[in-house]
């Protein structure tokens, strides 16, 4: 799919262009061939104007012309018939010098003649007999004359070849004054009349013709010419008596391109704005394609800017955003209209430290440069979380050279931290581990070492006894007379805490040997154990503590309780453990409100019923001072710990233990207050705690212990 074919915006716009051009040539054309036309009407109008103009002047000769004989005529002289040479001279003057005229006879009263004189140029027009055939045509002209004591032309049926063509004649009666009543008839040639009374121009630029008044052509002058008759002018020519219409008729041969300057001027314009369209469409041309690769050039940015996961801002040099993309949006979580709406207020400013950044705004906006590497700072989300990020900011130079603001790209490095964060973490688990390492070595080296001194301890404590027991018969023999060396209340004591040490010298004995079994991860022993068993074995050791920190111990653990089958010495150490930590979380509250309570019941059948026999929970509650998120997070750490003589390994060790059991450890608040931990131990199996219970199976006790895996 192309570029074009893929945006219909696009492709509307370009059929819209094409439209517009269309229309514009469609338009610029119409006018021009309106210019064309209209030049030519103009052109055409202005002939024509020139040709009506000429007729007019042509009548006008003709008619002065006319009336210029008429003149002439009656100031021939008065005709004598006996003396008739000076107006037969006169006369034939006149017809030499006005070449229209065929022919002046005088006539009298009855219209008879008395004397005629013909051109002598000519051969003459009538013979009698024709003549008087006209009579009666001139009669009635000279009667009108008469009574209009003016000129009065009359035509003649006639035609008469003059100068090789055959002419209409035209009559004039002339009434002259005087005593006697007589006529002057003048013969007028129509041809003869256009030869000689049409101008010399119009002769030569027109063909001039008279028609009567139903338009037969009755005269002609000019030389018939080829091409079209183009323009022609009609005008009457009004002679008493008799009407005749002129007409002018111009010819052009071959049409002429350019008939004059006006149209020419119009081509030329027209040519001038043709080019200069094309000149435009070009400019267009290169302008669209210009255009076309700047969109282009524009979205390949855009995609750059909205394809990066680096945040950019721009500020103009009052601070205010100008533009942000859709990295920055998604970094800070508010829109780009809501940043650039904002102003100089920047909402992802944390409040506490608006002042500080507003005057690192400040120092950057009088143009002192931020370092070259950035700096890291942090921001505020619009749901409020805060995120580290890290700004690289540069100023923004126009293409003038001058700076119009500030362009910053940001990194969001919470990622970064995570990893660093975790980096650490994982350092410090090893760490931890290599000091658990190392414990767990010094920890077989010490059974091992501690071993020999504890057996020791023990055969002393039990060597000691025994010599007491034989000390004491002796001393009560009369032979042993005087001196017994304790008397027996104190000797029993003594044996007592003999026992005592004995005792304590094995347990010690079996945790190193249970922390050695744990450290080398052997099979440990898994016994069967009432609950109470468990209880009884540490009580003593804790209230030894307890009374030392003015604790009370309570023990809440029904006597109907199952057993429970595990690593018993591991389990008295976690009991033992999770103790000491109670008391000692006690040590800042009051002596009153110290209370330690260890309870065990059956856990609720809901809870690990992977274990068939089921669960017994023991919970381990004091009323201390509670456990703060910030150490909760660590709890299990090893090597945590808010104490200053503490391992911080108690609680891990604790919890890996009830985990080798398959249960679970945990912890929450006390109320009112303190914190309770509990822990949960698979219950033996009926048949193997029926077994060890020494009210049912005797003897048997010792020998219920079971290995597990
Ligand atoms: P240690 O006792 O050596 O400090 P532990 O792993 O047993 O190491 O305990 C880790 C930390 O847990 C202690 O330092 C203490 O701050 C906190 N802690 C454990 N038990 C309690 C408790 N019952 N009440 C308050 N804090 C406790």
């Known amino acids: 799919m192309n570029a074009a074919s893929g945006r219909p915006g696009e492709s509307s716009s370009a059929t819209r262009r094409w439209v517009l051009w269309g229309a514009l040539v469609v338009l610029v054309a119409a006018l021009l061939v309106t210019l064309v036309w209209l030049a030519g009407r103009y052109e055409a109008g202005r002939l024509q104007d020139r040709i009506e103009r000429d007729a007019v002047e042509v009548v006008a000769d003709i008619r002065g012309g006319m009336t210029r004989n008429v003149q002439s005529l009656q100031a021939l002289p008065r005709f004598d018939p006996q003396h008739s040479d000076p107006w037969t001279l006169r006369a034939g003057a006149l017809l030499r010098a006005r070449r229209e005229m065929l022919r002046i006879e005088l006539r009298d009263a009855r219209m008879q003649l008395q004397a005629a004189v013909d051109s002598d140029l000519r051969a003459a027009v009538?013979?009698?007999?024709?003549?008087?055939?006209?009579?009666?045509?001139?009669?009635?002209?000279?009667?009108?004359?008469?009574?209009?004591?003016?000129?009065?032309?009359?035509?003649?049926?006639?035609r008469v070849a003059v100068?090789?063509?055959?002419?209409?004649?035209?009559?004039?009666?002339?009434?002259?004054?005087?005593?006697?009543?007589?006529?002057?008839v003048v013969t007028y040639a129509l041809g003869e009349i256009l030869n000689e009374m049409v101008a010399e121009p119009f002769a030569r630029?027109?063909?001039?013709?008279?028609?009567?008044?139903?338009?037969?052509?009755?005269a002609f002058h000019g030389v018939t010419r080829s091409g079209n008759r183009t323009f022609s002018a009609q005008i009457g020519l009004d002679?008493?008596?008799?009407?005749?219409?002129?007409?002018?008729?111009?010819?052009?041969?071959?049409?002429?391109?350019?008939?004059?300057?006006?149209?020419?001027?119009?081509?030329a314009m027209a040519?001038?704005?043709?080019?200069?369209?094309?000149?435009?469409?070009r400019d267009m041309r290169r302008r669209l394609r210009a255009e076309h690769e700047l969109a282009e050039a524009l979205a390949f940015r855009k995609a750059m800017e909205d394809s990066l996961v680096t945040g950019l801002r721009a500020r103009d040099l009052d601070g205010r955003t100008t533009y942000v993309n859709p990295a920055f949006c998604q970094m800070v979580g508010f829109s780009a209209q809501e940043l650039i709406q904002a102003g100089t207020a920047v909402p992802y400013w944390p409040a506490e430290q608006y002042d500080e950044y507003q005057e690192r705004?400040?120092?950057?906006?009088?143009?002192?440069?931020?370092?070259?590497?950035?700096?890291?700072?942090?921001?505020?989300?619009?749901?409020?979380?805060?995120?580290?990020?890290?700004?690289?900011?540069a100023p923004l130079i126009n293409a003038q050279g001058t700076q119009t603001g500030w362009m910053t790209a940001?990194?969001?490095?919470?990622?970064?931290?995570?990893?660093?964060?975790?980096?650490?973490?994982?350092?410090?688990?090893?760490?931890?581990?290599?000091?658990?390492?190392?414990?767990?070595?010094?920890?077989?080296?010490?059974s091992h070492e501690l071993n020999?001194?504890?057996?020791?301890?023990?055969?002393?404590?039990?060597?000691?006894?025994?010599?007491?027991?034989?000390?004491?018969?002796a001393a009560a023999s009369p032979r042993g007379g005087d001196a017994a060396v304790l008397p027996p209340e104190e000797t029993r004591l003594v044996e007592e805490g003999l026992h005592h040490i004995a005792d304590q010298a094995q347990r010690a004995g079996k945790i190193i040997k249970s922390v050695h079994d744990f450290v080398r991860r052997r099979e440990r022993l898994r016994e069967v154990v009432p609950v109470r068993d468990l209880f009884d074995a540490i009580l003593p050791l804790i209230e030894l503590q307890a009374r030392k920190v003015g604790v009370r111990c309570h023990v809440r653990a029904p006597h109907d309780l199952p057993s429970l089958l595990c690593d018993r010495t591991m389990v008295e150490q976690v009991l033992l453990n999770l103790a000491r930590n109670a008391m000692q979380a006690m040590d800042q509250v009051s002596h009153a409100q110290r209370q330690l309570v260890l309870q065990a019941r059956r856990a609720p059948s809901s809870e690990r019923t992977a274990h068939a026999q089921g669960w017994l929970e023991l919970s381990v509650t004091d009323t201390g001072t509670g456990i703060p998120p910030e150490v909760s997070e660590k709890l299990f750490t090893p090597f945590f710990t808010t104490k200053d003589e503490g391992m911080g390994l108690g609680l891990s060790l604790c919890r890996t233990v009830v985990e080798q059991h398959g249960g679970f450890l945990a912890y929450g608040p006390n109320q009112p207050q303190g914190m309770v931990f509990r822990f949960t131990l698979p219950l033996a199996p009926v048949s193997a705690a029926a077994a060890a219970d020494p009210g049912v199976a005797g003897e048997a006790a010792g020998a219920a212990a079971l290995a597990t895996p």
Not at 205 to 218: E, I, K
Not at 247 to 256: F, H, M, N, Q, V
Not at 416 to 440: D, P
């Open 126 to 158: 009538f013979d009698a007999p024709q003549r008087e055939q006209l009579a009666s045509e001139v009669e009635a002209a000279c009667q009108q004359a008469r009574s209009a004591r003016g000129p009065i032309y009359a035509t003649s049926p006639f």
């Open 410 to 446: 940001f990194l969001d490095i919470s990622e970064q931290r995570r990893i660093e964060e975790m980096s650490r973490a994982s350092r410090e688990r090893l760490q931890a581990t290599a000091r658990l390492a190392t414990i767990g070595e010094m920890a077989s080296l010490l």
């Open 271 to 281: 040519i001038g704005l043709v080019v200069v369209l094309v000149f435009l469409g």
């Open 239 to 267: 002679l008493p008596g008799y009407a005749l219409v002129l007409r002018l008729d111009s010819w052009r041969g071959t049409p002429a391109l350019f008939p004059n300057f006006l149209t020419a001027m119009v081509v």
């Open 452 to 473: 020999q001194p504890l057996a020791a301890i023990a055969s002393y404590a039990n060597g000691s006894i025994n010599m007491l027991h034989n000390a004491l018969p």
């Open 163 to 184: 100068n090789g063509q055959r002419q209409q004649l035209l009559e004039l009666c002339l009434p002259l004054g005087g005593a006697g009543e007589t006529y002057l």
């Open 361 to 393: 705004l400040q120092s950057r906006l009088q143009g002192r440069q931020p370092p070259r590497e950035g700096f890291e700072s942090v921001f505020v989300r619009k749901d409020g979380s805060r995120f580290p990020v890290l700004i690289i900011e």
């Open 205 to 218: 630029a027109y063909d001039v013709a008279f028609s009567d008044l139903d338009g037969t052509r009755v």
